[in-house]
């Protein structure tokens, strides 16, 4: 009974929750929007950006970490991913651009934050065509035509443990070599979602929830964002891994 009422509690306060959306056009009908909230769990471990020009280029360069066991990780690697938006070079320059990034990364955070680790999921957009790199268990889905496929690997993680195996790609290991990293792009067509998100979405909602709710809102990104949120959230409400989504919507 206790447990029945501590549920329907969270389920109501779900709502009540605050969300922030932002959005900004890339150019080439390309639209970027990000939904954050911390929930009820003030140990937050995810953190995100996007960096976006309104340039003919349509370009883009959007990540999402999930950090394990704290909440440090995620935001450093985001921070410094983000300060490299500026050196985001031309289309056949991106997977090596990625894996100098991840590297740097990983020293980056080894260096400032031993222990610690994060996962990753981060999207680049150049001409049309979408590039990615995951390490560990964030994911990167694309919605199109009313089916949701992830196009990034999953990380590896020890079932009695929940912790992450070493040398399976997660930010902050010596061996991030699993880490999935395109070699070329994916051309978007119109009507694509792209979504971003940690491995607690995943879990709250399953892929077939997680695709309803694109195909409620697909005119929509702001309302699907937010709405991925809630009820995630609702499902999940004590989860510190569903903090924020990016989605990438391209018009048409």
Known sequence: ???????LFHKKKASQWPVTVREADC????????AESAGISPARRDALFSVQGAGEDGFALCALCDGLGDTQAG??????MKNLAQNLPGSAG????FRDALDGANQMLRGRAPGSSTALASIAVRDGGLYWAAAGDSFIYIFRENILAR???AGA???????????????GFTDISDADISLGALPLAPGDTVLLCGCGLGAALGEAGIAAILGEYRENPSGAAESLLRAASAAHPENPNIAGVI???VGG
Do not use: N
């Open 157 to 171: 993680m020890t079932p009695e443990t929940q912790r992450p195996i070493p040398g399976s790609g997660y930010i």
């Open 75 to 80: 935001r450093l690697v985001a921070e410094y």
């Open 94 to 97: 991106i997977p090596d651009f």
């Open 27 to 34: 150019g080439r009908m390309i639209r970027v929007t990000s």
């Open 247 to 249: 989605l990438l919507t």
């Open 1 to 7: 009974m206790l447990g029945w009422l501590r549920g």
């Open 151 to 153: 196009i990034s690997r």
